[in-house]
């Protein structure tokens, strides 16, 4: 059976196309650092967005019309991994994610709920075998159920903690049957909204705790991908104990975790969390914490999760100067944590906005590679802090010098002159090269 049966193969055709259902930009085989374009950039399709979506949002049913609507239960879940399949196929993605509970029903009890999973899970081990697309991450839904209205790691009550181990403990048990190449701790609930009634020490010590735990048990099983942690900014709490990088990052350190996790940043989350999607890349780069990418974005005249598809040149070509930076996402990727808006309902609007999102990434990282073998920026930059390469500058970067000799240093300056940072001219410059990139 063919669910997208109007749509064939995506295949790249390049600039002057005028096939919609064509990348543009987007050549698998084009070569950037020595990779092509599919091993560096690592594309990867969320199972929950693009097949479970059903276009609801807080004040309106959901509108999306797809082919396997007529199913429900355990039909329904497996019509959408036959579905899911088709459409890595014909869009040629290597990977995708996804949460337990998209790819099946959970139950009323916990050895239900594994039952389903284990025979979802069994039909996707069996499409993997003969696929090239493969798993990025999986993780947990521990944020939709009642029992989650606290948290899951943080909650006040040890049942809803062990309940939580649980389903990470099936996670990674999934993970490592399916060779998944990642796993994130999507904390959705993990936070709190008033103090009046939250013990926030035990809260993070518990967080801490759970977070050890997890390693321990990927070790005894032998999982060996990647642990992420997506940090998550007002969704839906106010006091998120993961708000953003800086936070993320000075938690790992405090409890010891730091070398056992890196992060999963989104897009959206960071301009939720009063970011750019660039500053959380930087932020997790230079502290070699960068780990895979939710590529997606956000709508800045509201103030919530709308998880577009990227089509922001400006921010995509940005976020890959920090990813050609870090020499690529390592076992990451980006995945399309992205939705079609609730007025784009049929199933092929699912085909159109991937080509979008993969043309703007892929346009992103040729101006990007092209900016850093030009080295604009990192040219400017030295330039710009030159006056700590000599001198007093340098005796400072050296730990040579303290306050009693940069105080008789300063007695000693007739004037201070600043340099000007012309963020202006350097934006005149990133333009050019965009549109360059648009010309070919």
């Given at each position: 059976?063919?669910?997208?049966e109007k749509?064939?193969?995506?295949?790249?055709?390049?600039?002057?196309?005028?096939?919609?259902?064509?990348?543009?930009?987007y050549?698998?085989?084009?070569?950037?650092?020595?990779?092509?374009m599919?091993e560096?950039?690592?594309f990867?399709?969320?199972?929950?967005?693009?097949?479970t979506?059903?276009?609801?949002?807080?004040?309106?049913?959901?509108?999306?019309?797809?082919?396997?609507?007529k199913?429900?239960?355990?039909?329904?879940?497996?019509a959408?991994?036959?579905?899911?399949?088709?459409?890595?196929?014909?869009?040629?993605?290597?990977?995708?994610?996804?949460?337990?509970?998209?790819?099946?029903p959970?139950?009323?009890?916990?050895?239900?709920?594994?039952?389903?999973?284990?025979?979802i899970?069994?039909?996707?081990?069996e499409?993997?075998?003969?696929?090239k697309?493969?798993?990025?991450?999986?993780?947990?839904?521990?944020?939709?159920?009642?029992?989650?209205l606290?948290?899951?790691?943080?909650?006040?009550?040890?049942?809803?903690?062990?309940?939580?181990?649980?389903?990470?403990?099936?996670?990674?048990?999934?993970g490592?049957?399916?060779g998944?190449?990642?796993?994130v701790?999507?904390?959705?609930?993990?936070g709190?909204?008033?103090?009046?009634?939250?013990d926030?020490?035990?809260?993070?010590?518990?967080?801490a705790?759970?977070?050890h735990?997890?390693?321990?048990?990927?070790?005894?099983?032998g999982?060996?991908?990647?642990f992420?942690?997506?940090?998550?900014?007002?969704?839906?709490?106010?006091?998120?104990?993961?708000f953003?990088?800086?936070?993320?990052?000075?938690?790992?350190?405090s409890?010891?975790?730091?070398?056992?996790?890196?992060?999963?940043?989104?897009?959206?989350?960071?301009t939720?969390?009063?970011?750019?999607?660039?500053?959380?890349?930087?932020?997790a780069?230079?502290n070699?914490?960068?780990?895979?990418?939710?590529?997606?974005?956000?709508?800045?005249?509201l103030?919530?999760?709308?998880d577009?598809?990227p089509?922001?040149?400006?921010?995509t070509?940005?976020?890959?100067?920090?990813?050609?930076?870090?020499?690529?996402?390592?076992?990451?990727?980006?995945?399309?944590?992205?939705?079609?808006?609730?007025?784009?309902?049929?199933?092929e609007?699912?085909?159109?906005?991937?080509?979008?999102?993969?043309?703007?990434?892929?346009?992103?990282?040729?101006?990007?590679q092209?900016?850093?073998?030009?080295?604009v920026?990192?040219d400017f930059?030295?330039?710009?802090?030159?006056?700590y390469?000599?001198?007093?500058?340098?005796?400072i970067?050296?730990?040579?010098?303290?306050?009693?000799?940069?105080?008789?240093?300063?007695?000693?300056?007739?004037?201070?002159?600043?340099?000007?940072g012309?963020?202006e001219?350097?934006k005149m410059?990133?333009?050019?090269?965009?549109?360059?990139?648009?010309?070919?």
């Amino acid at each position: 059976m063919s669910y997208f049966e109007k749509v064939n193969q995506i295949k790249y055709e390049g600039p002057n196309s005028t096939n919609p259902y064509a990348f543009k930009y987007y050549n698998p085989e084009e070569q950037i650092n020595g990779k092509s374009m599919e091993e560096f950039l690592r594309f990867a399709v969320s199972y929950w967005h693009t097949f479970t979506g059903e276009g609801s949002d807080p004040f309106g049913q959901g509108t999306m019309v797809r082919p396997y609507d007529k199913f429900s239960g355990m039909d329904l879940a497996k019509a959408r991994v036959e579905a899911s399949f088709e459409f890595f196929e014909k869009m040629n993605v290597p990977f995708f994610c996804f949460h337990d509970f998209d790819v099946a029903p959970e139950a009323d009890t916990l050895k239900e709920t594994y039952k389903n999973l284990d025979e979802i899970v069994a039909m996707i081990k069996e499409y993997l075998k003969t696929s090239k697309t493969k798993l990025l991450w999986n993780t947990a839904n521990m944020f939709s159920h009642p029992r989650w209205l606290s948290g899951a790691a943080t909650s006040p009550n040890a049942d809803v903690f062990a309940y939580a181990a649980a389903k990470v403990k099936k996670g990674l048990e999934i993970g490592k049957e399916l060779g998944s190449e990642n796993y994130v701790f999507w904390g959705g609930r993990e936070g709190y909204e008033t103090l009046l009634n939250t013990d926030m020490k035990l809260e993070l010590d518990n967080l801490a705790r759970f977070f050890h735990m997890a390693k321990d048990y990927a070790n005894e099983i032998g999982f060996t991908g990647q642990f992420l942690i997506e940090p998550k900014p007002k969704e839906p709490t106010k006091h998120q104990y993961d708000f953003d990088v800086a936070t993320g990052l000075a938690f790992l350190q405090s409890y010891g975790l730091k070398d056992h996790f890196k992060f999963n940043i989104e897009a959206n989350h960071a301009t939720l969390a009063g970011h750019t999607f660039e500053h959380e890349l930087h932020v997790a780069r230079i502290n070699g914490m960068l780990g895979s990418v939710d590529a997606n974005q956000g709508d800045p005249l509201l103030g919530w999760d709308t998880d577009e598809f990227p089509t922001d040149l400006y921010s995509t070509t940005l976020a890959m100067y920090e990813i050609i930076k870090n020499d690529g996402l390592g076992s990451g990727g980006l995945n399309f944590d992205a939705k079609v808006r609730r007025g784009s309902f049929d199933p092929e609007d699912l085909f159109l906005a991937h080509i979008a999102g993969m043309d703007s990434f892929a346009v992103g990282t040729k101006v990007a590679q092209k900016m850093i073998d030009d080295k604009v920026l990192e040219d400017f930059v030295a330039d710009r802090y030159r006056s700590y390469t000599e001198g007093i500058g340098l005796e400072i970067v050296e730990g040579k010098t303290d306050f009693k000799k940069l105080e008789q240093y300063a007695l000693g300056l007739d004037r201070i002159t600043n340099k000007s940072g012309r963020q202006e001219n350097l934006k005149m410059i990133l333009n050019q090269y965009l549109l360059d990139a648009y010309r070919g």
